[in-house]
């Protein structure tokens, strides 16, 4: 069965230095979403892409994190420059269309501020 | 604002025993509603929505638009039912986002 590809799976970087993502959505799933979840907290949405538009991006904190979906396949989210509070599991997951059909995650990347 | 909530953090039993995960959502207007789960070292993944009115896994789900509450519930629990158990919302016919609750551990002891 084919999976969302994420890495890395850990990151561990320090505050101020700049991070980033890797998402590789299941072929043919035009919805991608990057997730970001708090220890303790359910997954909150970062940002929506449907093929390479940028469909929500409203709690994505701009001055210091960026997504791009570039060929509408993969995706990159980067953060610059990281602080402390950013330390989370960020989740990928992609989806056919973009109305409310089923949710793909892939295993997610931990990434631990210093 | 939507919200989810998901009064308990953690929910152990007996096997064989009955199963309710609790639910309750804050929204307005025509929800959908949804229950994920993670098993340990697995990934995120849909157990049902309430369109679909179907059982998985032995689990259903009702959507009570009077109490607001899409309780997960199961009759008998088994041992590989254990794992962290997420409500999310989207609104119905809109390409929105889903609104997770914050999770509740089920641990069901031998």
């Known amino acids: 069965e084919a999976e969302v590809a994420q890495s890395p799976r850990y990151k561990i970087t320090e505050k101020s230095q700049a991070v980033a993502f890797w998402c590789d959505p299941i072929?043919?799933?035009?919805?991608l979403y990057w997730y970001r979840q708090i220890l303790g907290q359910g997954p909150e949405l970062l940002v929506q892409f449907q093929d390479e538009s940028v469909v929500d991006d409203s709690q994505l904190p701009k001055d210091r994190f960026s997504a791009e979906r570039l060929k509408g396949v993969d995706s990159t989210l980067k953060i610059q420059p990281a602080e402390l509070g950013d330390s989370a599991m960020y989740l990928c997951?992609?989806?056919?269309?973009?109305?409310?059909?089923?949710?793909?995650f892939g295993s997610g990347t931990q990434l631990s501020v210093l | 604002a939507q919200r989810v909530t998901q009064p308990e953090k953690l929910l152990s039993v007996f096997k064989g025993a009955p199963v309710e995960l609790k639910c309750n959502y804050s929204y307005s207007g025509s929800p959908e509603l949804f229950w994920y789960v993670q098993y340990s070292r697995q990934r995120l993944q849909l157990l049902l929505r309430h369109i679909s009115r179907e059982s998985i896994k032995g689990f259903t789900a009702d959507l009570n638009k009077g109490e607001t509450s899409f309780h997960l519930k199961k009759p008998f629990a088994q041992e590989e039912d254990s794992a962290m158990y997420y409500c999310?919302?989207?609104?119905?016919?809109?390409?929105?986002?889903?609104?997770f609750g914050t999770g509740t551990r089920l641990q069901v002891f031998p």
């Open positions: 997951a992609s989806s056919r269309t973009d109305h409310n059909e089923k949710l793909f």
């Open positions: 999310a919302l989207s609104r119905a016919y809109n390409t929105d986002k889903l609104i």
């Open positions: 072929s043919g799933h035009a919805t």
